[in-house]
């Protein structure tokens, strides 16, 4: 494994279930125990009921591009060969959005609605990350 050199994620309490989710290749997200309303970024009270029961749920992994932007501004010297990027967030079935990127293509090909697909981006040892391909790429091995 290639040393990845850039900033990687806080693992907290509220957090702790999608980052071993993430490891385990299973995309997981919050689920309220009482209404069953979807949430993520992981918190721990349901916004919808007001609830603190929680549970993780697996999410399909797949959803469209509700939004992005294109990066060409360099913010931290780890991304230098990365610019231009783009930075996605992804409406997953579920109906929650989460940021990311998408691996296959690049950022001029990257549309409002594109349909996606999670794929796990084993970055180090203990961190895994979720990134997005186009699902039109369905049964390509994952980069
Ligand atoms: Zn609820």
Excluded at 10 to 34: A, N, P, S, Y
């Amino acid at each position: 494994m290639v040393d990845y050199g850039k900033p990687l994620p806080q693992v907290r309490r509220e957090t702790r279930g999608f980052w071993e989710g993430c490891k385990r290749h299973e995309l997981l997200i919050q689920r309220c125990e009482d209404c069953g309303t979807y949430r993520h970024y992981p918190r721990p009270m349901c916004a919808c009921c007001g609830s603190w029961n929680v549970e993780w749920a697996k999410a399909t992994g797949k959803g469209r591009v509700y939004s992005y932007i294109v990066t060409h501004q360099l913010f931290h010297p780890a991304f230098f060969d990365d610019v231009p990027y783009a930075v996605v967030i992804v409406e997953l079935e579920e109906g929650v959005r989460m940021v990311s990127n998408i691996v296959d293509c690049g950022p001029d090909e990257v549309y409002i609605g594109m349909p996606v697909e999670v794929v796990f981006d084993d970055v180090t040892e203990e961190v895994t990350l979720p990134r997005f391909r186009s699902s039109s790429q369905v049964g390509r091995p994952s980069p």
